[in-house]
């Protein structure tokens, strides 16, 4: 048998086909999830337009997720928490995209290595639904965060096991996943998800009403994201 050399562009290519395989095969076995997409395209969008570096960001995301994918869902939150808030350094919008508010796709937050609260929760919510967590046990969360003598406005996931459960937090500035009783430090103001826009006491709304929501999805689209 004439000898094979595996070059490293070899060697990344045929690491890219296991993981698309791994992440097909262990999603095969659970409900289908709410965002797809193919593995291998993503990976080769992110380096065409965003650069060599953002494609193995991304290739790195999508190891994590073939990891997760057979895990049980405290497993999956414990992962994709611990994976997005090693994967980003915090920064304000304008000093990362030269706007106030900017809601930063996964592909663009893993290219850039930074990004807001916002970033943070958008990764981590459309990772747990390729994980195949049910859209209606997640939501983005604007809370009042007390830190020292100041209160900021602030993003986390909220992961909720059963409709009026109390929900568990995912936060970029605390690694540890808590329920919300243990985090006095923040303040709820309202809630949203695919599904509709929830206030304190109040019914819910459509989230087509969510600007950002709508622009975030079209460019998540764009990118080859099918959610």
Known sequence: ??????????????????????????????????????PG?????????YGAKAGRAVESWQAMLAQAAGLDEQEKLRMVNGFWNNALIGGEDISVWGQVDYWATPLQSLAKGSGDCEDYVIGKYFSLLYLGVAPEKLRFVYVRAQIGSQSIAHMVLGYYPQPQAEPLVLDSLVDRIQPAHNRPDLTPVFSFNAQGVYMPGGKRSSVEGIGRWRDLLSRMRAEGFQP
């Open 1 to 38: 048998m004439p000898y094979c050399q595996l070059t490293a562009a070899r060697v990344r290519a045929l690491s890219r086909g296991l993981t698309t395989l791994v992440l097909c095969l262990a999603l095969a076995w659970g409900p289908a999830p709410a965002v797809t997409f193919d």
């Open 41 to 49: 395209a993503l990976a080769s969008y992110a380096r065409q337009h």
